[in-house]
């Protein structure tokens, strides 16, 4: 008798939580690793936040709340798309979920059956694929190299698209690329999406950390149809600085929701009902926290971009948004000697104590990534020992 379901056995591991344990390990044992990996703002949740949660336990908000999310976080959540985006939703269009990740595996469990092909541009978030697997689906890839800014063009989507295509994901700004997508550029993907009628999957859970005078834009924003087709995925997770917390939301078709819900029900009841509260405080309290943590991924940005584009071998964009960059260092590691990219960020970590996740994890092997969320002396030192193990190494 088998133990595992086949659906389990196909599973990757994600990349950036191995990556974050093996460092973890590597310090318990007494090594100075500076960890580059992190997937979240290295802030503490603003005291508003905190101090909403406190109250609502004092007040006894500890039981059961509806499955979708309560009604006033509800609320605050069409209150910060009608502001931030224009949009107008219902109540009976969202919901809350314990963090944008598993809104996403409840989207794609509710919306793919069996051999349903869904669009995944890369780099990629490494969930995306398993999700989609997880759920019967099949990931079709389309490969975005820094040529296009790591972006797919709406010729591309229409190329990849086939009766099985369910739907699309966009990520903007991207995670582990830190690109965003043009207003004009969402449109002529949504006319694709239009034109073949296909869902589009909006993961817009770093919106709110952009930098320079680049805007945020829905592609639910775009028309009545795009709105119609798309699922804006979102939370508070990087906004916020409330990772831990794992409230995340879905906006989107009534039908698709309640499916949602539903399944909710059978799965997890409801969101933990402490960060519900922290999370209305969240949207509905003061937003400074907020500025001044996106102010200071600005600043990082500006000062460690430079110092990576000079490492001997490594290539790369500057990012407009989240709080990544993404260098191609396939160079970089075959001039140190090592076979693959891979083998080369583990050097990384074994013999310059930096902690990075490989690229292969986002469907982009001569890439890695590397989190400025960290403090800017973190940034600096890591920086210069990868600088220092690359040059010590490289082959003339």
């Given amino acids: 008798m088998g133990k595992l379901a086949q659906r389990v056995k196909a599973l990757t591991p994600s990349s950036t939580l191995a990556i974050t344990a093996k460092a973890k390990e590597l310090k318990a044992q007494g090594a100075d690793v500076i960890g580059l990996g992190a997937g979240e703002p290295d802030f503490n949740t603003p005291d508003n936040i905190l101090q909403a949660a406190e109250r609502s336990m004092e007040a006894g908000h500890t039981k059961y709340t509806p499955s979708g999310g309560l009604p006033a976080l509800k609320k605050a959540v069409i209150n910060k798309l009608a502001q931030d985006q224009k949009l107008t939703y219902e109540a009976s269009e969202i919901m809350v979920g314990i963090g944008a990740k598993h809104v996403l595996y409840t989207l794609f469990q509710v919306l793919l059956n069996e051999g349903d092909e869904v669009i995944i541009p890369i780099p990629y978030w490494v969930s995306y694929p398993e999700q989609v697997k997880l759920a019967g689906g099949k990931p079709v890839y389309i490969t975005a190299t820094a040529d296009s800014d790591y972006k797919i063009s709406a010729a591309q989507l229409a190329n990849a698209v086939t009766d099985r295509t369910k739907a699309v994901i966009l990520n903007s700004p991207s995670n582990p690329s830190g690109m965003v997508y043009t207003k004009e550029e969402l449109k002529e993907l949504a006319e694709v999406c239009r034109e073949r009628d296909i869902w589009i999957v909006s993961d817009e859970i770093y919106e709110k950390l952009l930098y320079g005078a680049v805007e ?149 092997p001569d890439t890695i990534r590397l989190s400025y969320a960290t403090s800017m002396d973190q940034l600096t030192e890591a920086v210069n020992r990868i600088h220092q193990f690359t040059e010590e190494k490289w082959q003339k």
């Fill in 216 to 364: 945020h834009v829905s592609v639910a924003e775009l028309s009545e149809d795009a709105k119609r087709r798309t699922i804006i995925v979102n939370g508070v997770s990087k906004s916020h600085s409330m990772t831990g917390w794992r409230i995340g939301y879905a906006a989107g078709d009534r039908e698709v929701i309640k499916a949602m819900t539903d399944l909710a029900s059978h799965s997890t009841s409801n969101p933990v009902t402490t960060s519900q509260y922290a999370a209305i405080e969240a949207y509905e309290g003061p937003q400074d926290a907020v500025e001044t943590m996106r102010t200071a991924f600005e600043e990082r940005l500006e000062a460690i971009y430079p110092k990576v584009a000079a490492i001997p071998g490594f290539r790369l964009l500057k990012p407009q948004g989240a709080f990544y960059l993404l260098p191609d260092v396939s160079e970089a590691a075959q001039k140190t000697g090592y076979e693959s990219v891979d083998e080369y960020a583990e050097a990384l970590l074994t013999e310059a104590n930096v902690a990075v996740i490989p690229g292969s994890g986002f469907g982009s």
